[in-house]
């Protein structure tokens, strides 16, 4: 019966840049002293792991509901795990909560515009350059308020773009990066603008 009740409640993980916060609600029922373990397995929770690596070295002390994993976080997705420990006896697993870390955002993107073409160019010195892809984004107009971006190049293995279909007028852009299947949120946006074109095959239709 001990066993029995020895369990969380909850656990809920969110990512955050290089690390992951755990919180979970400690059962009632257990008894004063009660204190937890958090098991992490590097993957998706579905299916369901069956090897897990304990996280903690040490079990948290009683009490204790929230957990950093700050260590060699890098992006993926991962799983996690908890049970709570009492007098020699652990409990089952909580059910599993997944999290997933995202990419790091590229910096320093410039937009060029260059015979009516935008270049584009990006930096990315976090993610790893063998396996990181990067997305450019695009929007009609100025980059101010909510620009509604749409992909225009995406799983590019170079950090520069050249937009050869930009339309007369704004546009906004921004760039992400993909490594591990999980995005990073946009980088900061850059505006180029196009020149209105010049009339084409004007000829001379009289002389008087």
């Not at 257990?30 to 992490?40: A, E, H, K, L, M």
């Not at 009490?63 to 991962?78: E, H, I, N, S």
């Amino acid at each position: 019966m001990r066993l029995a009740l020895l369990f969380l409640i909850a656990l809920v993980a969110w990512g955050q840049t290089h690390s992951v916060t755990l919180t979970w609600t400690n059962n009632p029922a257990n008894p004063v002293g009660t204190t937890s373990r958090i098991y992490r397995y590097l993957g998706s929770c579905t299916p369901l792991p069956t090897t897990w690596t304990l996280a903690t070295p040490t079990d948290l002390a009683a009490g204790v509901a929230t957990w950093q994993d700050a260590t060699g976080v890098v992006p993926g997705v991962r799983c996690y795990t908890a049970t709570a420990f009492y007098g020699g006896l652990e409990s089952i697993k909580s059910a599993p909560v997944e999290a997933a870390v995202p990419s790091f955002v590229p910096t320093g993107l410039v937009a060029t515009v260059v015979a009516n073409q935008v270049q584009l160019a990006w930096t990315d010195g976090l993610n790893p350059p063998g396996t990181t892809r990067w997305k450019v984004l695009r929007a009609p107009g100025l980059c101010s308020g909510s620009p509604v971006f749409s992909p225009i190049a995406t799983a590019l293995a170079v950090k520069s773009y050249t937009d050869a279909t930009a339309p007369v007028g704004n546009s906004c852009y921004a760039v992400t990066a993909t490594d591990n299947a999980v995005e990073s949120a946009p980088s900061t946006s850059q505006q180029a603008a196009i020149p209105t074109l010049p009339p084409t095959s004007i000829t001379v239709q009289s002389v008087q």
